[in-house]
């Protein structure tokens, strides 16, 4: 696969605004896909899945936007926190979950 | 909560020497997942391994790699001969398979000098 820049996208927000966070992906055949956060120092932590019969799922605060038209996918967080502020990986997966191939990332930078 | 364990945290190692790093998936998951992760950049995929055989590997995933599940609770992966490009973070996560959420572990930091 391409290798990525040191140089992350960073999306600044204050406190109590909301964020949305894009990703384009790459293979139509694509069938699930996945928005994980990792915070500095630990691995990738599952936030919200969509699989491709469907175009939005919402969560505690999160949803999720597939646009698989133009292969986009969104991520939007509801009154952001500091807690929120980490970089945010999109992920997608064929049907048979065998292979996971992960988005480049976006650092969140939630400001009080 | 149960969670995927590895073992070492942080791992230095000269050039040509085998690494071998451990996981400990959740116990009653059935999917298990190797990947790495080069300083700053995005999560790579490197194998995956199901019903005690691997199901994908990755162009990363050449000869110098290996799996294994030596026993019911162990997940390894070797890389037999390192090279200094190995240095990363190497993670293991786990899936149950009736839900589809990968558990991931805390990594392991590998410095091949």
């Known amino acids: 696969g391409e290798s990525v820049g040191l140089h992350l996208p960073t999306l600044s927000v204050q406190e109590g605004d909301n964020s949305i966070i894009n990703c384009a992906y790459s293979?139509?055949?694509?069938?699930?896909f996945i928005w994980y956060k990792q915070e500095s120092g630990k691995g990738p932590q599952f936030i919200i899945d969509?699989?491709?019969?469907?175009d939005k799922r919402q969560g505690q605060r999160v949803t999720v936007l597939l646009n698989k038209t133009v292969k986009h996918l969104s991520l939007q967080i509801a009154a952001t926190q500091p807690g929120d502020s980490a970089v945010y990986f999109c992920?997608?997966?064929?049907?048979?979950?065998?292979?996971?191939?992960f988005g480049s990332g976006t650092k969140l930078n939630v400001k009080p | 909560e149960p969670e995927v364990t590895q073992t070492p945290s942080h791992q230095v190692t000269q050039m040509g020497q085998e690494v071998i790093l451990r996981c400990v998936p959740i116990?009653?998951?059935?999917?298990f997942y190797w990947y790495r992760q080069i300083l700053g950049q995005k999560v790579e995929f490197l194998v995956s391994f199901y019903n005690n055989e691997i199901s994908e590997k990755s162009e990363i995933f050449d000869d110098q790699f290996s799996v294994e599940r030596p026993d019911g609770s162990n997940f390894t992966l070797k890389i037999r001969s390192t090279k200094l490009e190995d240095s990363a973070m190497y993670f293991c996560?786990?899936?149950?398979?009736?839900?589809?959420?990968?558990?991931f572990g805390p990594g392991t930091r590998l410095t091949v000098t």
């Open positions: 293979n139509s055949a694509s069938d699930y």
């Open positions: 969509i699989r491709s019969n469907m």
């Open positions: 996560a786990s899936m149950h398979g009736g839900a589809y959420e990968q558990y």
């Open positions: 116990s009653n998951h059935l999917y």
């Open positions: 992920a997608e997966t064929p049907y048979n979950f065998n292979k996971f191939y």
